[in-house]
Nanobody, 120 residues
């Protein structure tokens, strides 16, 4: 019943932009760490961006200055604005919600993933 649902993925040319959205269904995640991960074929899933309940953000080095994570707690949504996209950004992108207390990280949630393909 509790779900994270991603949307907004698709095919875009290098240098283009895409905005991913994550909607929380059946629960509120206002007190959770929210993050976007991605996984390319044959590679480990990696953390792309993270945002705290207080809207402090952090980014993987390769996306700094290009990606922006944001959240709207009233709407229970998290977004990832991706600009200046590169072919290396091609991956399945996943939304994640995790409790702030590391002792409770067992209770986290994942979306189903949305495909982002950057190609000319």
């Amino acid at each position: 019943q509790v779900q994270l649902v991603e949307s907004g993925g698709g095919l875009v040319q290098p240098g283009g932009s895409l905005r991913l959205s994550c909607a929380a269904l059946g629960a509120t995640f206002s007190a959770y760490l929210m993050a976007w991960y991605r996984q390319a074929p044959g590679k480990q899933r990696e953390l792309v961006a993270r945002i705290t309940p207080g809207c402090s953000t952090s980014y993987e080095d390769s996306v700094k200055g290009r990606f922006t994570i944001s959240r709207d707690n009233a709407k229970n949504t998290v977004s990832l604005q991706m600009n200046s996209l590169k072919p290396e950004d091609t991956a399945v992108y996943y939304c994640n919600a995790k409790p702030m207390d590391p002792r409770n990280w067992e209770y986290d949630y994942w979306g189903q993933g949305t495909q982002v393909t950057v190609s000319s």
